[in-house]
Nanobody, 117 residues
Framework: QVQLVESGGGLVPPGGSLGLSCAASGSTFSIDVMRWYRQAPGKQREFVATISTSGGSTNYANSVQGRFTISRDNAKNTVYLQMSSLKPEDTAVYYC??????????WGQGTQVTVSS
């Protein structure tokens, strides 16, 4: 099993920046892809960004392309999401997720990001 703990959420004004972290523990040796998702009030959870095992390949949702950056530190079993040029529509609960080599997926508890003046 893998446990995930997100941190770094909060309130930020439009145009501001914020960084999220997600630390994994447990069976971290089997972690493959790491991802971020988000869920806004009244909406379905949506994909935000993904990063490959080595960190050499990333992919983003169109809505965040060019504004968000996903990265990972395998030595610390941590994935990051650096968000800039934030918009009110980025307001959501952000979740990290990991895929293991056996195909199992684990989720964090989520961290709230609110973009408002």
């Amino acid at each position: 099993q893998v446990q995930l703990v997100e941190s770094g959420g909060g309130l930020v004004p439009p145009g501001g920046s914020l960084g999220l972290s997600c630390a994994a523990s447990g069976s971290t040796f089997s972690i493959d892809v790491m991802r971020w998702y988000r869920q806004a009030p009244g909406k379905q959870r949506e994909f935000v960004a993904t990063i490959s095992t080595s960190g050499g390949s990333t992919n983003y949702a169109n809505s965040v392309q060019g504004r968000f950056t996903i990265s990972r530190d395998n030595a610390k079993n941590t994935v990051y999401l650096q968000m800039s040029s934030l918009k009110p529509e980025d307001t959501a609960v952000y979740y990290c997720s990991v895929l293991l080599g056996n195909g199992r997926q684990y989720w964090g508890q989520g961290t709230q990001v609110t973009v408002s003046s």
